[in-house]
């Protein structure tokens, strides 16, 4: 069931998307060689609880932290850890909170220090597909079209799109539905209604759509072991215009 949110719910969810926009910019500044994956997360985990807010996926599922730190051909879910971020890597932060009971979700990708061209188009392109797929996120058109927009966007560069995990619907937990597929597949259509919030979130490969999890039972990788991107932020819909709400207010 898909749980439309009031003007009031969606401003208690602004509240934690905005914190969580926040703690985004603040590990932005902490990116380059060197600093740790746990470190990151670290910082992250003070920053959440200094500020009145909950990690949303520290012990969700089991998961044991608060960010995940995906790199180069890690999709998503990549656990922090003792790994050092190296000149030329792309690493995906995914950040989820929990203010007061409503829940935030958003993802950047990152590139630490100098980029080859062929991963900055990547991370370019990621992101383009999250805004075209957000151009499709208004009241009266389906999921689909979101889906749709996302992968046409990925495919004009020949890019893998990540089948086996979606977007979903967000804001009174850290995943509600409906769920939000990056290709138009045959699930479920639903018609988007003011009132829904959604995280939207392309995970966008260099190469196969193919993936595989490592046996910690979390890491997704891509098959061929090419480069991901992820980039994600939370939506509101309302009767005549979406709101970014995992933006800085
Ligand atoms: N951010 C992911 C998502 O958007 C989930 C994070 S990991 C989990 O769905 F622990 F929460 F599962
Ligand atoms: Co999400």
Redesign the pocket.
């Known amino acids: 069931m898909i749980k439309l949110k009031t003007v009031e719910e969606i401003n208690k969810i602004r509240e934690s998307c905005s914190l969580l926009a926040e703690t985004h910019e603040a590990l932005g500044k902490l990116i380059q060689e060197g600093i740790t994956t746990k470190e990151l997360d670290t910082f992250a985990y003070n920053y959440i609880i200094n500020h009145g807010g909950k990690p ?3 012990d ?4 044991p932290a608060t960010l ?1 730190t995906s790199i180069n051909d890690v999709i ?2 990549g656990i922090p850890g003792k790994e050092k971020l190296k000149n030329g890597d792309i690493v995906s932060l ?3 909170i929990n203010l007061k009971g409503f829940f935030s ?1 958003s ?1 950047v990708t990152h590139i630490v220090g100098q980029g080859t061209a062929e991963d900055e188009q990547l991370v370019k392109v990621t992101k383009e597909c999250l805004y075209f797929g957000i151009e499709q996120a208004k009241a009266g058109n389906r999921i689909h079209d979101i889906s749709r927009a996302v992968y046409r966007h990925a495919k004009k560069y020949g890019y893998g799109v990540v089948k086996d ?4 619907g ?1 804001g009174f937990a ?2 509600e539905a409906p769920q939000i597929p990056n290709y138009v597949g045959a699930g479920p259509n639903p018609r988007i209604k003011e009132g829904m919030v959604l ?1 939207i ?1 392309p995970m966008i490969n260099a190469g196969t759509d193919d993936v595989k999890i490592l046996p910690d039972g ?1 890491t997704v990788k891509t098959l061929d072991k090419k480069k991901s991107a992820h980039w ?1 932020h939370t939506v509101a819909i309302f009767r005549d215009h979406t709101e970014i709400l995992t933006i800085s207010h």
């Open positions: 949303a996926f520290l969700y599922m089991g998961y995940c998503i879910h995914d950040l989820g979700d993802a995990f979606c977007g979903h967000v850290p995943h995280a979130e979390w994600e």
